[in-house]
């Protein structure tokens, strides 16, 4: 019977890790494919290693949170498995309303479901993590803000980063040993910005794995029914094959309804929201890497776009001037103006900036999302105790 529940407990595990890689793929590794820098395949297989390394040393503190720290008592295997199917079902709600879903915020309300039941909430662990919760988008925002504002318009004018025509390296034959040499159409600042992608991109992969190995494992770990390593490779080939299978589409679209930003833009919101939700991890804090990236760009934005005016003036909204709202999109050759000043023609038709109603959507799905899963999980809990 053990052997039963726990399979079944498994294949949950491998369910929430399989919808996880096809969402995260998209997030780490969208902005890349879509500039041409990399194959979908090639992301991929990158997301998968990076994932596991995430998981394998970042992600054990948040494994250590969300298996004894948010109630106190262990969960059992049945328990455990029940936990699994709500986070599945947080993930299933989200796809449908094609919103990024916040699983570790899903997967920490269905544990908290489950600690409501049997009056076995740790409050204060609680506390700790929703206070992050409500701290991470202004921290993301108001970085953007900051870079967008101040560094972002010359790092554009520096940092422009293309895809030229043919392969990026190839081999020199010329010589007794074939070396290495740049594409017939590749420059050494393409190759130099197609490098900091790629870090990048395996940086938040890194992240990823930090923050969403545990989601898929960690009710299964709490139970005793399975080591921490073993679980570890489980939830990773099940992010891996949603990163071969369904992320080939996300990958596609990301970024398309939020914003319609460069691939610059892009990689300034990866590097902060990494960093954000690396170091949240690092300190056992299960962290939604949706939440930074989405913040981190409407912040990036607003800082572009309040160039025009004074910091007062942006902060208390007291200006009418017309902001650049669409300078994100500007060309790179764009001249780039002091603080206060207006904006050239070129910069202010440069075209949208993102979608509000597609940021509130996604605002409202971190609310949603782990209010739904707490209650279902704790309307099961009490109509099925012995579980």
Not at 49 to 62: A, S
Not at 200 to 213: D, K
């Amino acid at each position: 019977m053990v052997e039963t529940v726990l399979l079944v407990g498994i294949v949950a595990s491998i369910f929430v890790g399989f919808n996880i890689g096809g969402s995260s793929t998209g997030i780490a590794w969208g902005p890349a494919v879509g500039a041409g820098l990399l194959r979908k395949v090639t992301a991929a297989g990158l997301m998968t290693i990076f994932v596991f390394l995430g998981g394998w040393t970042v992600g054990r503190n948040v494994m250590d949170t969300l298996s004894e720290g948010i109630i106190t008592i262990e969960i059992s295997l049945a328990a455990g498995v029940a936990v699994l199917f709500f986070i599945g079902l947080g993930i299933l709600v989200a796809n449908v309303f094609g919103v990024p879903v916040p699983t570790s915020m899903v997967t920490v309300g269905a544990i908290a479901g489950l600690g409501l039941a049997t009056d076995t909430v740790n409050y204060a662990e609680i506390g700790r993590i929703v206070s992050w919760w409500v701290v991470t988008p202004i921290i993301g925002f108001w970085i953007g803000a900051t870079v967008g504002r101040y560094i972002y318009p010359e790092l554009n004018r520096r940092f422009e980063i293309r895809s030229s025509e043919g392969p990026l390296l190839a081999l020199d034959r010329g010589g007794s040993v074939p070396k290495p040499t740049l594409g017939p159409n590749t420059t050494i600042q393409e190759l130099v910005g197609t490098c900091v992608v790629l870090v990048i991109g395996c940086y938040m992969a890194f992240s990823a794995g930090a923050s969403n190995v545990p989601n898929a494992v960690a009710p299964l770990v709490s139970s005793g029914a399975l080591d921490r390593n073993p679980a570890i490779i489980i939830a990773t080939v099940a992010i891996g094959f949603g990163g071969f299978t369904i992320a080939r589409r996300t990958m596609e679209s990301v970024g398309s309804e939020l914003s319609d930003i460069p691939l610059l833009a892009a990689l300034v919101v990866m590097l902060t929201a990494s960093t954000i939700t690396t170091a949240l991890s690092w300190a056992g804090i299960p962290i939604s890497l949706v939440m930074a990236s989405v913040m981190t760009i409407v912040g990036l934005g607003w800082g572009r776009a309040t160039r025009p005016v004074t910091a007062r003036e942006a902060i208390r909204g007291e200006s009418d001037a017309e902001l650049a709202t669409g300078a994100l999109k500007a060309e790179p050759d764009a001249p780039v103006t002091k603080i206060g000043e207006a904006e050239p023609n070129e910069v202010l038709d440069a075209g949208s900036l993102f979608n509000p109603r597609a940021v509130m959507k996604y605002i409202s799905m971190w609310i949603i999302g782990p209010a739904m899963s707490t209650l279902l999980a704790y309307g099961f809990f009490i109509a099925v105790p012995f579980v």
